[in-house]
């Protein structure tokens, strides 16, 4: 236990330095990309003067270690600045935005979590047989549908075809009326509020963005969860739980604790990869969430949003990979020494 | 039977062997065909794309006959422009594979080297895997996303912008096969007997690396296919009214309402079909090198 709380004291430690790598990352990639924010703001056709007032606001007229210090200091006070276009402070529209893609990044993380661990345990245990082909015919086939592709052939099959979900407009009906704002985070709010009705629309809403996203992460889960338990059936210990006479429920339980190593970084890895991987199906679903906020930053040039997109989803993948880490090093005492 | 002084056993063992033989070679053959299969289906697809004779000019619309179901004259349909479904399908497989795989082969040049040094012994390799994994805290597809958003829609972007996605795999996989090979017998035998530690790399290390790169190549391709695609669906990587699979899609995804699914399902399946043809080709290389272990 000792030794656990030292490495997760040590993980720890290095994450502000790795914060501040993420932030510094983003600023010199950014402050490298030609263009003139001034010109967005207010247009091509302002005259000179406006041109340098809004540089001036800015800080752009500063020198370039000077604009680096005071990101820096802001990002450090959790200030990502306001975007060029609208004027709203990136912080807050990520603090509504977050929870909305939260609605489908954990559903679908755990979907990819379940269908993949059992996909791949059945493929690993019964390699050489039918369902080990079936099973990788399966995750090869899966893998090759983008997401944003399943979502289309969904859409069309599921909404428009036998009317079975709603049309993906948003996280709610058209006609129906928003909770009463509390925090801005409309699932949060509607359950405040107790509206039951607001909540059955939103989950009616994320069940095809949810499934098109988790399938096809839940291919790739299936794949790394199957070469490891593969490997695990190899192993002594798995042979001697043979030998020992134990039924095969519980060699195969055995087989799956050697693997969960593996299983559980794989999954911090696909967190870090579904906070950017959702945005083309946010787009596609109108879903009011981080990613297609982001990836309409990223086409219109939106500086700060990107900026901001980077340092908050870099910062939580990086908190990911520690709890990770101590986590994996809590089950596994061969990390710790 | 090559050995005149025992004929006997020689004789028996070949007996004995031959089914063995037999059934092992005809298990590779299965194993080579799979992957055989895979590179057909690859260079088929690049090969019509770059010399077949189309049905119909994939960059000239036909105004006349405007989203119209798949027909003998028009086996994929038509899109809301009158452009061929199956010519732009068939047009865009020489521009998206490759670029795909231009992507893996940069990847490789870069991370394959780098991933030799970070297996070395040296102090400094610690903090090139923590660098490697800042990088990839990183939300790597929408840096590809700004990389080819701000310089522009040529093909040389769009390979940086996969080469950055796919470098910090390539480094982490081949440190890792460094590592467990570097703990093995004629490693440390060919250090005992003198060989400097960049002949142990490069003589003994290197050789035993290809084929997992191989196998990681080839997966990684078959990402770097949806990665097009995906930067093709928001608009970049190509302009129209060039064709390409995640544009066609992007492109095909406003006729849905209407019913008409052929604009936007048949580049689905052609993607579909590439990715389907790299992970082949991987499974394969993958079963080939487990026998060859054995």
């Known amino acids: 236990m000792r030794s656990t709380l030292t490495y997760a004291l040590k993980r720890l430690l290095l994450v502000p330095f790795m914060l501040f790598l993420i932030a510094t990352l983003s600023f010199l990639l950014l402050a490298l990309i030609p263009g003139d924010p001034a010109v967005l703001i207010v247009g091509e056709f302002a005259d000179q003067e406006t041109l340098a007032r809004v540089r001036a606001d800015l800080g752009l007229d500063r020198p370039f270690w000077e604009q680096y210090l005071t990101y820096l200091a802001a990002v450090a006070q959790a200030d990502l600045g306001q975007s060029y276009l609208t004027g709203t402070p990136v912080m807050e529209e990520i603090g509504q935005r977050l929870p909305n893609s939260l609605v489908i990044i954990i559903p679908s993380l755990l979907m990819a979590v379940v269908v993949g661990t059992v996909v791949g345990t059945a493929g690993g245990y019964f390699r050489r047989g039918p369902v080990g082909k079936v099973t990788s015919v399966l995750i090869s086939a899966a893998q090759g549908v983008p997401p944003f592709f399943l979502a289309i052939v969904l859409i069309y099959l599921l909404v428009f075809t036998i009317r079975m979900f709603p049309v993906p407009t948003g996280m709610l009906y058209s006609s129906m009326r928003p909770p009463p704002e509390v925090t801005g985070v409309v699932p949060l709010d509607a359950l405040l509020a107790g509206q039951w009705s607001v909540l059955g629309a939103i989950t009616a809403h994320a069940i095809l963005p949810v499934i098109a996203t988790g399938l096809f992460l839940a291919s790739y889960f299936a794949k790394t969860v199957r070469t490891s338990v593969t490997q695990a059936m190899a192993t002594p210990q798995v042979e001697f739980a043979r030998a020992c006479g134990l039924p095969e429920r519980q060699v195969v339980r055995y087989a799956l604790l050697t693997a969960r190593t593996s299983v559980l970084t794989y999954t911090a890895v696909l967190f870090g990869v579904m906070l950017s991987a959702t945005a083309v199906v946010e787009v596609v679903f109108s879903w009011p969430g981080i990613g297609a906020w982001a990836l309409d930053g990223v086409l219109k040039g939106d500086l700060p949003i990107i900026q901001g997109f980077i340092v908050v989803t870099g910062g939580l993948v990086i908190i990911a990979y520690v709890v990770l880490d101590v986590l994996v090093a809590a089950l596994d005492p061969r990390i710790r020494h | ?294």
């Open chain 2, 1 to 294: 039977m090559t050995n005149p002084s025992f004929p006997a056993t020689s004789r028996h063992a070949a007996v004995k062997l031959a089914p063995g033989v037999v059934r092992r070679s005809a298990e590779f053959l299965g194993k080579a065909a799979g992957t055989v299969i895979g590179c057909a289906i690859l260079a088929g697809l690049i090969l019509a794309g770059l010399f077949a004779p189309l049905p119909f000019d994939p960059v000239a619309p036909d105004p006349m006959s405007i989203l119209q179901a798949p027909s003998a004259t028009h086996i994929m349909g038509t899109d809301g422009s009158g452009f061929d479904v199956f010519s732009r399908v068939i047009d865009s497989a020489q521009r998206d594979i490759p670029l795909a795989l231009g992507g893996v082969l940069v990847s490789i040049l870069i991370g394959v080297p780098l991933g030799l040094l970070a297996g070395g012994r040296a102090r400094w390799t610690e903090g090139l895997m923590r660098a490697v994994e800042v990088f990839q805290a990183f939300p790597l597809i929408v840096l590809a996303i700004v990389i080819v958003k701000v310089s522009g829609n040529r093909p040389e972007n769009v390979i940086l912008a996969l080469a950055i996605v796919n470098v910090p795999r390539f480094i982490r996989l081949v440190r890792g096969e460094v590592l467990s090979i570097r703990e093995s017998r004629f490693v440390e035998a060919a250090a005992a007997t003198g060989c400097s530690p960049a002949r142990v790399t490069f003589r003994h290390i290197l050789p035993n690396v290809p084929g997992i790169i191989l196998v990681q190549s080839s997966l990684a391709a078959a990402n770097g296919m949806i990665v097009v695609a995906t930067l093709n669906f928001i608009g970049l990587g190509a302009d129209p009214p060039t064709a390409a699979w995640g544009a066609m899609i992007q492109d095909g995804s406003q006729y849905i309402p209407q019913g008409a699914w052929w604009v936007a399902v048949f580049p689905g399946l052609a993607i579909f079909v590439t990715v389907i043809a790299f992970n082949l080709i991987a499974d394969n290389i993958e079963k080939i090198l487990r026998v060859g272990r054995r």
